[in-house]
């Protein structure tokens, strides 16, 4: 085993104060093999915004629930991966283990309109169930 294997999930919600870094986050619901391997969903974050405190703009966002097919594979050794995500491509990413798993994509992923950088940040979850 290595300490990516297991069942990793994104929030259903996330919350950003900075506008520039609003709809760069997507949502990931993923089982990594010991191998390294990956399969899951991925989805993206509709997001609203409002006034919050000492004029600060609140950007909320949640999921769109649409979930598509995600997969790819980790390598722990140099901390970069690759992932196949439905409906978008492919794309290299690097990633970063603490408390969390956070994925950053290239800032010139996807390359509509100006360079977005996306990212996800998963926490360890229990696999789903399986029905009988």
């Not at 085993?1 to 990793?8: C, D, I």
């Not at 999930?9 to 709809?23: C, D, K, L, Q, Y």
């Not at 991925?42 to 949640?62: F, H, K, L, V």
């Amino acid at each position: 085993m290595t300490p990516l294997s297991g069942r990793w999930v994104s929030t259903e919600h996330v919350t950003f104060t900075n506008p520039v870094r609003a709809g760069s986050t997507f949502y990931l619901d993923i089982v990594i093999a010991d191998d390294g391997t990956f399969e899951g969903a991925w989805d993206s974050y509709s997001c609203t915004s409002y006034p919050g405190p000492y004029s600060t703009m609140i950007i909320s966002c949640s999921r769109v629930r649409q979930l598509a097919r995600a997969s790819g594979t980790f390598d722990l050794a140099t901390r970069t991966g690759e992932i196949d995500l439905d409906r978008l491509g492919q794309s290299s990413f690097a990633f970063s283990l603490g408390t969390e798993l956070v994925l950053e994509l290239p800032k010139v992923w996807l390359r509509l309109g100006d360079p977005v950088l996306y990212t996800s940040r998963l926490a360890p979850a229990a696999r789903p169930q399986s029905r009988r």
